[in-house]
């Protein structure tokens, strides 16, 4: 006979199972992030961003499209410590190649795609997502729908490849398969000891919706080849949308 105690342990060993499915693996032992974003990391089910998974970003305008891309590019560059290369595919030409060596990328390492319509960087992206030898694929799009995000999370559940959709039409967005929505904005960056110029690159982190986890709003900074928190407390963000 089933007692209680049996049940609540098989409901328990069945979250658990569904959280991998999903990409939130356990951290490995003597480790407490995986790519470096600390108390952001903390937001995800078992405090460990998701790897092996796909991340939608919001971009209301050119500004959080570059915002967005300079986070990518960081979070490409942890991926990459290991080996291995990145696919970039978009429908523009805004993004310059020698600027990801200010994230730690060379830019000899990212396989660069322009396209001309969302379908067609749908499909690379798919088909590349498929490539376990690749350590991310990020691709630029005007919008993307549910069944269309659930194929790439398909692709991804088979390849172990994390994923960013860089979406740039937020007028009607739904809700997609995507692990995570984000959206980044760029705030001023701080004098590097007091000497004039531009200092290290700097954002307004928002996890907008994640699965299972606690949405919320944090400042980070790109300096020394790592994230870095400027504050550490976390509030909710204000709603976008409901998807």
Not at 93 to 112: N, T, W
Not at 129 to 156: H, Y
Not at 171 to 186: E, Y
Request: proline share 6%; net charge positive.
């Amino acid at each position: 006979m089933t007692t209680a105690s049996d049940r609540k342990e098989l409901i328990s060993r069945l979250q658990k199972n569904i959280l991998q499915w999903e990409g939130y693996k356990s951290p490995p032992a003597g480790t407490q992030e995986l790519v470096g974003l600390g108390a952001v990391e903390s937001a995800f089910p078992n405090g460990v961003f998701p790897l092996g998974s796909v991340h939608e970003l919001v971009c209301s305008n050119t500004e959080q499209s570059a915002a967005s891309a300079g986070f990518v590019t960081g979070l490409m560059s942890v991926l990459m410590q290991n080996g291995g290369v990145c696919l970039w595919a978009g429908l523009s030409q805004d993004l310059f190649p020698p600027a990801l060596k200010a994230f730690g990328v060379e830019p000899d390492r990212v396989i660069f795609i322009r396209l001309s319509k969302d379908k067609e960087v749908l499909w690379v992206m798919e088909e590349a997502l498929k490539c376990p030898g690749l350590a991310a694929v990020a691709g630029e799009l005007r919008d993307i729908d549910f069944k269309q995000s659930r194929r790439l999370q398909l692709a991804v559940e088979q390849s172990n490849v994390t994923g960013f959709v860089m979406r740039n039409q937020t007028g009607k967005m739904g809700s997609t398969a995507c692990a995570a929505r984000w959206q980044i904005k760029s705030l001023p960056s701080e004098p590097v000891d007091g000497l004039p110029g531009l200092g290290f690159p700097r954002w307004q982190v928002e996890l907008l919706r994640v699965r299972n986890g606690k949405p919320g709003s944090w400042i980070m900074e790109w300096s020394d080849g790592k994230f870095r928190h400027i504050n550490k407390r976390m509030v909710e963000p204000q709603k976008l949308m409901v998807g």
